[in-house]
């Protein structure tokens, strides 16, 4: 069986609109020890991340405190909206889950962000078998993911998660198949 831990990262700053480099909050940082301290004694072989700041921030502590590298995925980067920021960010979500293929003229849709998301862990479940591994991650990513074995998690389950910062889900899987998943919001 292969534990894997996706953790959501911690609390970005906002005010910082580039992606891309978007730290984490005072209280991020501080959150992120949380995250050391729920995944220290989980037999951590490898730690993958999305390529953003916030999400390499949130499990950099815990990489540290193992001495392991974090590998970066390119593929499990967040959704992107388009090149412009959004103002009325509920509504464009709920267009986004209501049409899995809706996106703004220079975004993506979730169902982009679902198959390159799925493919790279497709990948690592194949490659880290019966391991325990991190993914550093993001809310939107995190939900297309869960979609994907779960068609029930939809927009609702997308709005429940979306304040927990950081948040953990664990999934254990046989193969490429889900046997079991557990939330942790620290």
Not at 11 to 39: H, M
Not at 90 to 118: A, H, M, P, T
């Amino acid at each position: 069986m292969t534990k894997v831990y996706f953790v959501r990262h911690a609390k970005p700053n906002f005010q910082i609109q580039e992606d891309l480099v978007r730290p984490l909050t005072e209280e991020g940082i501080r959150d992120s020890r949380k995250v050391t301290e729920y995944l220290i004694d989980k037999n951590i072989t490898k730690i993958f991340s999305s390529p953003y700041k916030r999400s390499m921030d949130t499990v950099k502590d815990f990489a540290q405190s193992l001495n392991l590298n974090i590998e970066i995925i390119e593929d499990f980067r967040e959704r992107k909206i388009d090149n412009v920021w959004i103002e009325d960010f509920e509504e464009f979500c709920q267009k986004q889950w209501k049409d899995f293929d809706y996106k703004l003229s220079e975004g993506e849709s979730l169902r982009e962000v679902q198959s390159r998301n799925i493919k790279a862990l497709q990948s690592i479940l194949k490659d880290h078998e019966n391991q325990n591994i991190v993914i550093g991650t993001h809310g939107t990513a995190l939900s297309t993911i869960l979609n994907h074995y779960n068609d029930k998690f939809g927009y609702s389950e997308f709005q429940r998660i979306k304040n927990f910062m950081p948040f953990i889900v664990c999934v254990d899987f046989l193969g490429q198949e889900v046997i079991k998943v557990e939330e942790f919001n620290l």
